[in-house]
């Protein structure tokens, strides 16, 4: 049932965009871990990984139900469209929280968003690929 909704609608992509957005212009307040955990976190740079699989995903969202209908020579153009439009999506983020919120900038942040973007671009070439091969797409 999932996987048939995420292989025919651009739906779950969308909601995923807004998901993002919302959680990235949240003020600073509002996304603070517990005190005892914030060291913890800060180790492991717990916010970078957060922008990592959130863009990750993203990818994998927008490129699924394309891939189920067209060409693997399209698909790849559209992959690396909809990587590139992550990443720059991660920038402008980055500056909308600069801008209007009370949020900092972040160049590493910026780096974790791209990092997943093109992470998840090429885990779903790799799922879509072996998809193909057995016949499920």
Request: with cysteine.
């Amino acid at each position: 049932m999932l996987f048939r909704l995420l292989k025919r609608s651009y739906w779950p992509a969308i909601v995923w965009l807004a998901i993002i957005f919302i959680l990235l212009v949240l003020p600073s307040r509002d996304v603070q871990a517990p005190h005892a955990w914030s060291a913890f976190l800060g180790r492991i740079h717990a916010d970078k990984i957060v922008h990592f699989t959130l863009f990750g995903v993203l990818v994998g969202l927008w490129t699924i139900p394309y891939a189920s209908r067209h060409s693997p020579a399209a698909n790849t153009r559209f992959f690396l469209t909809i990587c590139i439009s992550a990443c720059a999506f991660g920038a402008f983020m980055e500056w909308v929280q600069l801008r209007f919120t009370d949020r900092d900038y972040e160049n590493g942040d910026i780096v974790a968003d791209s990092l997943g973007a093109i992470t998840g671009m090429i885990i779903s070439m790799l799922w879509v690929r072996r998809q193909r091969r057995v016949g499920k797409l």
